[in-house]
């Protein structure tokens, strides 16, 4: 059973920020001679995350905002006493972004038939950044015949 790897960039914004990602990962599906499988999507840092949802513009500020609120950034959090870490230099203040991490998926596993993602009709896969801007990559494996 073939498997193919791909590294995909997002550039992101500052702040909780959603990407879709659905056209990358299917682009990387047409590119490769697997028809029938499965595709991995993995967020590799430990302040994004991913999620299987609508695309709907409205949604997203609503999701933005209830993830805002599960764990506000102004709360108090042991992990921000920098001073008490040994941290490089740039380290940011962002334990809520860790935590809202948690609350949501580091990977997705999605079927891949007849060379298409098997999505439902409002089905996306979205990539959230949570401690922005910075430059991510989102590791995808594509396997199957």
Same mark, same amino acid.
Not at 30 to 50: C, P
Not at 85 to 109: F, K, Q, W, Y
Not at 121 to 128: D, I
């Given at each position: 059973m073939p498997i193919i790897n791909k590294l995909i960039e997002i550039e992101?914004?500052?702040?909780?920020?959603?990407?879709?990602i659905t056209q990358q990962i299917q682009e990387f599906i047409d590119?490769?001679?697997?028809?029938?499988?499965?595709?991995?999507?993995?967020?590799?840092?430990?302040?994004?995350? /991913?999620?299987?949802? @609508?695309? @709907?513009? $409205? /949604?997203?500020e609503d999701v933005r905002v209830f993830l805002q609120k599960l764990a506000p950034e102004s709360d108090r959090y042991l992990h921000n006493d920098l001073h008490l $870490?040994? &941290?490089?230099e740039d380290e940011p203040i962002n334990a809520h972004s860790h /935590?809202?991490?948690?609350?949501?998926?580091?990977?997705e596993t999605i079927p891949v038939v007849d060379g298409?993602?098997? /999505?439902g009709t409002w089905q996306s896969v979205l990539?959230? @950044?949570?401690?922005?801007? $910075?430059? $991510?990559? &989102?590791?995808?494996?594509?396997?199957? @015949?």
């Amino acid at each position: 059973m073939p498997i193919i790897n791909k590294l995909i960039e997002i550039e992101t914004k500052p702040g909780i920020n959603i990407h879709n990602i659905t056209q990358q990962i299917q682009e990387f599906i047409d590119s490769a001679s697997i028809k029938n499988g499965q595709a991995l999507v993995f967020s590799r840092h430990t302040t994004t995350a /991913l999620a299987i949802n @609508e695309n @709907e513009v $409205r /949604l997203l500020e609503d999701v933005r905002v209830f993830l805002q609120k599960l764990a506000p950034e102004s709360d108090r959090y042991l992990h921000n006493d920098l001073h008490l $870490r040994d &941290v490089p230099e740039d380290e940011p203040i962002n334990a809520h972004s860790h /935590l809202i991490a948690m609350m949501l998926n580091t990977s997705e596993t999605i079927p891949v038939v007849d060379g298409k993602l098997a /999505l439902g009709t409002w089905q996306s896969v979205l990539f959230f @950044e949570l401690d922005g801007p $910075r430059k $991510r990559t &989102v590791f995808i494996q594509i396997s199957g @015949e």
